[in-house]
């Protein structure tokens, strides 16, 4: 099993970065394809970004690519998601997911694919 932590949500204004860190238990973490998903207040959960266990391999939803930037570190058990240039409509929940595969590239853009989720950290970009 992995146990997800996210961090480093706040209040930001548009135009600036915030980079969103979750922490992951467990000593498997690189058997791990990762996900980055948002609800914005009043809507469906939606993908954000993916990244492959190997970290070889990343996807990005349309509205934020060149933007946002999936990482992880495999060493320190942690995945990462760099926000630049944020909008207003960045604001909502940002929750980390976690998904065990055997395959080095794969990763998953359907949040009924991963298995693991953290709490959630509030994102807020003002205008």
């Known amino acids: 099993q992995v146990q997800l932590v996210e961090s480093g949500g706040g209040l930001v204004q548009a135009g600036g970065s915030l980079r969103l860190t979750c922490a992951a238990s467990g000593r498997t973490f690189s058997s791990y394809a990762l996900g980055w998903f948002r609800r914005a207040p009043g809507k469906e959960r939606e993908f954000v970004a993916a990244?492959?266990?190997?970290?070889?391999?990343?996807a990005y939803q349309d509205s934020v690519k060149g933007r946002l930037t999936i990482s992880r570190d495999n060493a320190k058990n942690t995945v990462y998601l760099q926000m630049n240039s944020l909008k207003p409509e960045d604001t909502a929940a940002y929750y980390c997911a976690a998904e065990y595969t055997t395959r080095n590239y794969q990763y998953f853009q359907s949040a009924s694919s991963y298995d693991y989720w953290g709490q959630g950290t509030q994102v807020t970009v003002s205008s």
């Open positions: 990244i492959s266990r190997s970290g070889g391999s990343a």
